[in-house]
């Protein structure tokens, strides 16, 4: 790509940034804890929001990691750029570090 093939500086562009992190869960009960704390605390959930969110985590602790997410967090600070829209998911993951066909850095579909 040259610099003639770039929009103009003034027209709007939109970036797709993909993250993948593993984490080890190594306390699933301090976990469990402080997300149930971060959703009793959250003043955007409304109270069937709150619910679900406690119930989910009651069921799938592994699923707490996601109430720490804040994309905002992530851009907030980066001059010239407002976040549009987010997403994000945790899941279960099969993860063996020793298991040499694992790559970091192919894409997982």
Known sequence: MTSTDLPEQDAPRFVRLTIELIAEITDEQALKAAALAQVAEDEYLDDDERAQSAEAIEVDPSGSLAHFI?????????????????????ANTDYDPDDESWDEYEVQE
């Open 70 to 90: 804040d994309p905002v967090a992530l851009l907030g600070d980066v001059p010239g750029v407002e976040l549009t829209s987010a997403t994000w998911e945790s």
